[in-house]
């Protein structure tokens, strides 16, 4: 099953206002269930309603670029990298 991220900017349900508000329990679990739900007012977007897990994903804390290479699978790999000495091609111009 995809993950409602995944399904996020194609397949979001749209609700008007109105009928969110009617059937607000069934808007949540959609969102629970199905994804991200999308409401409108006057037919212009104006809300997205979104499953807890969703939220939480979205606004984890991201790793910083330290942590990020710390967490390398290549971390202590013993990379023998040389410079390319060859000069550099001519331009005309």
Known sequence: ???????????MHNWQLQEAKARFSELVKSAATEGPQKITVRGEPAAVVLSAEDYARLTRKKPGFVEFMRESPLRG???????????AREVKF
Request: aromatic residues 0%; charged residues 30%; without cysteine.
């Open 1 to 11: 099953m995809l993950t409602s991220l995944t399904r996020m900017g194609s397949s």
């Open 77 to 87: 790999v013993d990379l023998k990298i040389e410079r390319d000495r060859t000069s």
